[in-house]
């Protein structure tokens, strides 16, 4: 139900833009994000956003060089990725999950702490020195 695709390799300073396909059901209601694993380490989040778009949250470590948006028309998710760094080389995965009952701002926030339904295959990026 989620397709990523868009990685490889790139040098640093490079940019990428990662793409997440959604089918099988309306994720209007849902919070769509980008979580990336690189290599010894856990799976953490990159950025989040409503599906209307209207919030967005992002990692510290990739704010102001990653961006999310989502074209509802293509039921798909974007992650643009500039000011590439080597540590940014990772297994990229988007995600979804809806949390009725709660505000847009706390399911984002639960969404940033891993609590996702859906996760689509991972995507490599791999940014060289």
């Known amino acids: 139900q989620l397709q990523a695709s868009g990685g490889g390799l790139v040098q640093a300073g490079g940019s990428l833009r990662l793409s997440c396909a959604a089918s099988g059901r309306t994720f209007s209601s849902y919070g769509m994000g980008w979580f990336r694993q690189a290599p010894g380490k856990e799976r953490e989040f990159v950025a989040i956003?409503?599906?209307?778009?209207?919030?967005?949250l992002y990692a510290d470590s990739v704010k102001g060089r990653f961006t999310i948006s989502i074209d509802s028309a293509k039921n798909t998710v974007y992650l643009q990725m500039n000011s590439l760094k080597p540590e940014d080389t990772a297994v990229y995965y988007c995600?979804?999950?809806?949390?009725?009952?709660?505000?847009?701002?706390?399911?984002?926030?639960?969404?940033?702490?891993?609590?996702?339904?859906?996760w689509g295959q991972g995507t490599l990026v791999t940014v060289s020195s």
């Open positions: 995600g979804a999950a809806s949390f009725p009952g709660f505000t847009g701002d706390q399911a984002l926030g639960l969404m940033s702490r891993g609590h996702v339904v859906y």
């Open positions: 956003m409503s599906w209307s778009g209207s919030r967005t």
